[in-house]
């Protein structure tokens, strides 16, 4: 008999929001169409032949909330970082008029170490933030992958440059009253407590061992999918 599938162990106490999604919100009880859009590097376009995370998203909610026309607007392009994604937030985000941007960053930087300033980077996510802010918009940033690729570069393979850089996406995020998806902290856990091989969180077809397997992105979107419910059950949406 083929193996039962491995259990997705969503982690609701590590990813589930601090703060409400009003515009989400307030957007579901008054349209029938609803924009998200996902912004990031090749985490969010998609690599090799794993359907991304936006696509499954978009299933998801549509799924939950009949009636509806929600559209997860893909807007990765690989390789990018905050930098060059905050060039091109005009036409790719603002003008798409979102409910929810999800927005991923954090990963080249520390893949390709040396490429990008960590500071710049940071600075770049909180400008970005900053033009959001004033705008019908709620925003969630996903923060890094546990991949080996991420955990250990091979510039310089040592997980510091990782536990920095989710370190000052928290920051960031908490200084804009904002959540964040703590995609780091889920995938840790499947691997240290939940004793998921590297292997199986990691594309086989990655020479590089960066991007995540067809389970991890399917799990991870189950436990996205999770905390975005869970924030509007908070608030009345059903």
Request: charged residues 25%; glycine residues 6%.
């Amino acid at each position: 008999m083929p193996d039962a599938p491995r259990t997705c162990d969503t982690a609701p106490d590590l990813v589930n929001f601090k703060f409400p999604l009003p515009h989400l919100k307030d957007a579901l009880k008054r349209k029938r169409k609803i924009r998200i859009v996902a912004i990031g590097s090749s985490s969010t376009a998609g690599e090799g032949h794993i359907v991304p995370y936006a696509c499954r998203l978009e299933l998801a909610l549509r799924d939950r909330f009949h009636g509806r026309m929600i559209d997860v607007l893909n807007r990765g392009i690989g390789g990018q970082e905050a930098p060059s994604e905050l060039s091109r937030f005009e036409p790719d985000v603002i003008d798409e008029i979102p409910s929810l941007v999800i927005w991923q960053v954090g990963t080249n930087a520390v893949f390709r170490l040396g490429e990008f300033s960590f500071d710049d980077v940071e600075a770049s996510i909180a400008t970005g933030l900053d033009w959001l802010a004033d705008l019908p918009i709620d925003v969630v940033l996903m923060d890094l992958q546990y991949t080996t690729g991420v955990i250990a570069p091979v510039m310089n393979p040592d997980i510091k440059f990782a536990e920095d850089m989710v370190s000052r996406i928290s920051i960031v995020a908490e200084k804009a009253g904002v959540n964040v998806f703590r995609r780091f902290a889920l995938m840790k856990r499947w691997s240290v407590d939940g004793h998921v091989p590297m292997s199986e969180l990691i594309d086989p077809t990655d020479n590089d061992k960066l991007h995540m397997s067809d389970w991890a992105t399917g799990c991870m979107t189950q436990a996205l999918y999770g905390a975005i419910n869970q924030a509007l059950a908070a608030e009345g949406v059903t």
